[in-house]
C-alpha cells in the first residue's frame, strides 16, 4: 500500500510492470478532506484517471482539474501535484501511472 489516509483512505496497487517502461494501475479510496500529495515523478510521467464515484480534485502545479463519478482524464505528472477529496462523500478512483524509460 503505497498512502493510508488519516481518515481511512488508501492506496492499492492492483498491478504493475518492472523494467524501463513502467505502468502501474492503482485504486484509490479518499474519505472527505483527505488529501495525497507528490513532489512528481520522472521527466514524461503521465497518468490516466477514472472516477467511479464521487469528485476528485487533480491539481498539477497550479492548474485545478476537477473529475466526477464516469468521468476520466489525462495528467503529465512529472511536477508537484495533489489528489484530493473536497467532498461529503466517499471517493474512489482507479489511476494508471505510465512512466517511460529512457531513450
Same mark, same amino acid.
Given at each position: 500500500?503505497?498512502?493510508?489516509?488519516?481518515?481511512?483512505?488508501?492506496?492499492?496497487?492492483? $498491478?504493475? /510492470?518492472?523494467?524501463?517502461?513502467?505502468?502501474?494501475?492503482?485504486?484509490?479510496?479518499?474519505?472527505?478532506?483527505?488529501?495525497?500529495?507528490?513532489?512528481?515523478?520522472?521527466?514524461? *510521467? @503521465?497518468?490516466?484517471?477514472? &472516477?467511479?464515484?464521487? %469528485? #476528485?480534485? #487533480?491539481? &498539477?502545479?497550479? /492548474?485545478? /482539474? /476537477? %473529475?466526477?463519478?464516469?468521468?476520466? $482524464?489525462?495528467?503529465? *505528472?512529472?511536477?508537484?501535484?495533489?489528489? $484530493?477529496?473536497?467532498?461529503?462523500?466517499?471517493? %474512489? @478512483?482507479?489511476? *494508471? &501511472?505510465?512512466?517511460?524509460?529512457?531513450?
Amino acid at each position: 500500500m503505497l498512502w493510508m489516509g488519516p481518515e481511512g483512505g488508501s492506496a492499492r496497487l492492483l $498491478a504493475g /510492470t518492472s523494467g524501463p517502461d513502467m505502468v502501474e494501475l492503482w485504486r484509490w479510496e479518499m474519505h472527505p478532506g483527505e488529501v495525497f500529495t507528490s513532489l512528481g515523478h520522472p521527466h514524461g *510521467t @503521465f497518468e490516466l484517471f477514472h &472516477v467511479e464515484q464521487g %469528485i #476528485l480534485e #487533480l491539481c &498539477v502545479v497550479d /492548474t485545478v /482539474t /476537477t %473529475i466526477g463519478a464516469g468521468n476520466a $482524464a489525462v495528467a503529465r *505528472t512529472d511536477s508537484p501535484h495533489h489528489y $484530493a477529496n473536497r467532498g461529503d462523500g466517499l471517493l %474512489i @478512483f482507479t489511476m *494508471t &501511472v505510465a512512466e517511460p524509460g529512457s531513450l
